[in-house]
């Protein structure tokens, strides 16, 4: 076999998951990269999304085992010699992938990237390639598999933050809190005085209620079964909160707002919500349902659901407004974010499948 001596590879730790349920299991792993167009970063923190969870609960043990985590936060330790926006020692938060070259991307548009399937959840480059093949793992997931001490990312997913914040702090920004903040901001252009209802308060809707908060809806409703949760939503901008175990959510939402809501934002992924959803639409509201169909549906009187991915956010320009939101106090998402050491990653996973935890950070190193 022909050795290329210019292939670095590299030992890194990472959580691996090989059978369905889990558990993850921290091992050593070679890594080839990066790539003339790619970043190695050292992964500081990582989020853990309801994405890592559905995945590792549906995986079937056929497949290869992977690395999952797509909420990473790290130092950038080497750079490819295309990447011209970023530095060795820079500070970075990493999101999705996308192409950056069909129609969608180039007109920036990068959540509607004709590849964005392949890209986030193929579990390799878009040629193919994996670069942990050595190791038998396959990694890539949103382009980055932050369960890890080491990840690769692209100029596309990877954000330039300041260095004066916490890594860790920063970490969620890339997944959960950009699509609960910009479903509301970007996809749904909510305004002043529009009212609004989010199904489910778990991270994704709690970014949602903020940002509801931040752009003067009224009123706010925050629908869960969890009191924890529905308290926090009312600290953090609902302005009327209905637990669904105890309540008639229908009726509810007319008392508070005479007739419907002109915005839902539908985070349970229960079709019986979404359908519940529909029934408290104004004429000519819209359903955003953030499950990760994408499309838009069109209902009776002007009434639409639309799929949203990611909020509709670029990345490099919607994560440095969360992070200004953030450090004004706007956008106080640390609230619900719980740490906990890389080893405790099932743990994390099961606090946060209990809904005893909200946001399950993960610190995988220093800074």
Same mark, same amino acid.
């Given at each position: 076999m022909a050795h290329h001596s210019d292939v670095q590879v590299h030992k890194i730790q990472a959580a691996v998951?090989?059978?369905?349920?889990?558990?993850? @299991?921290?091992?050593?792993?070679?890594?080839? =990269?990066?790539?003339?167009?790619?970043?190695l970063v050292r992964i500081v923190a990582s989020g853990i999304c309801r994405t890592d969870i559905d995945?590792?609960?549906?995986?079937?043990?056929a497949n290869t085992p992977v690395v999952l985590g797509h909420e990473g936060a790290g130092v950038v330790e080497q750079v490819g010699k295309l990447v011209k926006g970023v530095k060795q020692g820079d500070h970075v938060v990493l999101s999705y992938q996308s192409c950056g070259h069909c129609r969608q991307c180039r007109s920036g548009h990068p959540t509607d990237c004709s590849r964005f399937w392949e890209a986030n959840f193929g579990f390799e480059r878009l040629d193919g390639s994996n670069a942990m093949q050595r190791s038998g793992v396959r990694g890539h997931f949103f382009g980055q598999s932050s369960f890890a001490t080491h990840a690769l990312a692209t100029e596309r997913n990877l954000?330039?933050?300041?260095?004066?914040?916490?890594?860790?702090?920063?970490?969620?920004?890339?997944?959960?809190?950009?699509?609960?903040?910009?479903?509301?901001? @970007?996809?749904l252009k909510a305004s002043k005085g529009s009212s609004i209802a989010i199904f489910g308060t778990g991270a994704v809707g709690l970014a949602a209620v903020m940002a509801a908060r931040i752009v003067e809806? @009224?009123?706010?409703?925050?629908?869960?079964?969890?009191p924890r949760r529905l308290e926090l939503a009312g600290e953090l901008g609902a302005t009327h909160v209905i637990n669904n175990r105890l309540d008639d959510v229908n009726s509810r939402i007319t008392d508070i707002t005479g007739s419907g809501v002109d915005y839902l934002v539908e985070t349970t992924g229960d079709w019986r919500m979404q359908l519940l959803g529909i029934g408290v639409l104004n004429s000519h509201g819209t359903l955003a349902d953030?499950?990760?169909?994408? =499309?838009? #549906?069109?209902l009776t009187e002007g009434r639409k659901i639309i799929g949203i991915i990611q909020g509709d956010a670029i990345p490099q320009r919607f994560i440095p407004k969360l992070i200004t939101l953030f450090q004004e106090g706007e956008f106080p998402?640390?609230?619900?974010?719980?740490? #906990?050491?890389?080893n405790e990653v099932n743990q994390a996973i099961a606090d946060a499948q209990r809904g005893d935890t909200i946001k399950p950070v993960l610190r995988i190193s220093h800074v």
């Open positions: 998951l090989r059978k369905k349920g889990g558990p993850l @299991n921290i091992e050593s792993l070679q890594m080839e =990269g990066p790539r003339d167009d790619e970043v995945i590792c609960e549906d995986w079937d043990s954000v330039k933050v300041p260095k004066d914040l916490p890594l860790e702090m920063l970490a969620p920004l890339g997944c959960g809190m950009q699509t609960g903040a910009g479903t509301v901001m @970007n996809s809806a @009224n009123p706010i409703i925050g629908v869960d079964i969890k953030l499950t990760g169909r994408s =499309g838009t #549906y069109s998402f640390d609230r619900f974010v719980k740490f #906990y050491d890389f």
